[in-house]
């Protein structure tokens, strides 16, 4: 089966400019996941989407972030405006089981760095 | 709030042992993981243990005692592409749904011929 993807792979912006991110889970995984790993520290949870509904935001930083999932297929994660804080790798993950199962799959990952 | 530690880098010998502590604290617990990644792509899961003892897949064993708060990652017969960072994350239950991880820093393992 395909992958988790996830688009672009690498994105530079200017502080106060708007980005998109877009993460195509492994077809079939209801189950959606946003991180985040800035520099120097360890990778963290954003949000959990199941289908199309927010079921955990709790991660979300600040309300300049905004995950959608249209239709419960791919997800976005729109920064607007980015900050310098911002800039990071964000990582997408998938996954079909919701409470047991042996973990995610990951995507790459996209580069963000905001200058 | 959540602690996972880990130590930032270890260097081992191609063939040769190395073994990857990691001490949690967290409120809830529904799992311990271990993923390898390489720089520049995706976490990839390694291991998954929820009860106590040793599981063991190939080169890669993990170890999880709950009452400790412990586990660790062993690689046997280092190869050079065993070098990457390998990610401790524990699963947190937080109400029927939560699904989350929580990861360590990660430990860069260098592997030298």
């Known amino acids: 089966e395909a992958g988790v993807t996830q688009f672009p792979s690498h994105s530079v912006i200017e502080k106060g400019q708007t980005v998109t991110l877009r993460c195509d889970p492994i077809?079939?995984?209801?189950?959606l996941y946003w991180y985040r790993r800035v520099m120097g520290k360890e990778i963290k949870f954003l949000l959990h989407f199941v289908k199309e509904s927010k079921q955990d935001e709790s991660g979300m930083p600040n309300n300049r972030f905004l995950a959608e999932r249209t239709g419960g297929t791919y997800s976005t994660l729109k920064v607007q405006p980015a900050e310098l804080e911002d800039s990071g790798v964000y990582f997408c993950?998938?996954?079909?089981?919701?409470?047991?199962?042996?973990?995610?799959?990951f995507g790459s990952g996209t580069r963000l760095t905001v200058v | 709030g959540q602690n996972i530690d880990q130590p930032t880098e270890m260097t081992a010998t191609e063939g040769a042992i190395v073994q990857i502590n990691c001490t949690y604290q967290?409120?809830?617990?529904?799992?311990l993981f271990w993923y390898q990644q390489h720089a520049g792509e995706a976490p990839t899961f390694l291991s998954y243990?929820?009860?106590?003892g040793l599981e063991e897949k190939g080169r890669f064993s993990s170890f999880l005692s709950r009452s400790k708060g412990y586990s660790y990652l062993l690689l046997k017969e280092l190869q050079m592409k065993d070098s990457a960072s390998y990610l401790c994350a524990v699963r947190l239950m937080i109400k029927a749904a939560g699904n989350k991880l929580t990861f360590g820093g990660g430990t860069r393992v260098l592997v030298k011929p």
């Open positions: 967290t409120s809830g617990f529904n799992g």
């Open positions: 243990n929820v009860l106590d």
């Open positions: 993950a998938s996954s079909r089981d919701r409470v047991g199962g042996y973990g995610y799959t």
């Open positions: 077809s079939g995984h209801d189950n």
